[in-house]
């Protein structure tokens, strides 16, 4: 049922963006602009919500379009394909322009600790090695739990283990300008929660990776000669 409304709430999306822009006395340059970011911010906005997917939602609505957006995805689809064979603990989205990478809990802390763990460091340092190549992007962490325990402590603790995170890349050379946080508690589940085997895939953190300011400007110079 949740697919079937998800699509359905696509199609709506897109059926409104489509007509607005019809009725605008616009060039096809314009047009193009305006499907690219309007029309991704809501597209992106219906998909996230009805799906729950932050991460998906905000990637979408951050789609620039046309030229510009596929030279920026030709580059994420580069870094995306290095983090797959450099971080091997880590589950790898290519999602519009931008690009998501997944960590379980278990792979970082310790059950219901924000302090990342022993081994935490291999896999991070080996996400920092790619982050690092690619200076023009920005990264958002994100912590998220299930929804056991009350809401305040799984939000908590949600936000301290994004900030952990993002105190490990920042000591290991990725710019604080880059990066910012977030942290959902259980609010945004991308599994169900209905059994342990599930509900465990929730306690995760993600890292959503998008073009920067520097990024745009140049593909967009790029993509008008």
């Not at 019809?22 to 340059?29: G, H, L, Q």
């Not at 209905?194 to 509900?199: I, K, L, V």
Request: proline share 1%; charged share 20%; with cysteine.
């Amino acid at each position: 049922m949740k697919k079937i409304n998800l699509i359905a709430l696509i199609f709506v999306a897109i059926i409104v963006v489509s007509l607005f822009v019809s009725s605008c006395a616009m060039n096809k340059t314009k047009k193009g602009a305006l499907i690219g970011t309007g029309g991704g911010a809501v597209i992106g906005a219906v998909i996230g919500r009805a799906s729950g997917n932050t991460a998906l939602g905000a990637l979408i609505g951050a789609t620039v379009g046309g030229a510009t957006g596929a030279i920026i995805g030709n580059k994420m689809d580069k870094q995306a394909e290095e983090i797959r064979n450099t971080v091997p603990g880590a589950k790898v989205y290519r999602v519009g322009e931008g690009i998501v990478v997944e960590f379980s809990d278990k792979i970082l802390f310790e059950i219901n600790q924000s302090d990342l763990n022993n081994g935490s460091a291999q896999n991070l340092n080996k996400l920092v090695s790619v982050l690092g190549k690619y200076p023009e992007t920005n990264i958002e962490i994100q912590g998220h739990t299930d929804n056991t325990g009350t809401d305040s402590y799984n939000m908590k603790l949600s936000k301290k283990r994004a900030s952990s995170v993002a105190s490990f890349l920042k000591l290991n050379g990725i710019k604080s300008s880059r990066i910012n946080t977030k942290g959902y508690g259980e609010t945004a589940p991308n599994y169900s929660n209905d059994n342990e085997d599930t509900r465990s895939q929730n306690r995760r953190v993600e890292f959503l990776i998008t073009a920067n300011a520097q990024m745009r400007k140049d593909a967009a110079k790029e993509s008008s000669n």
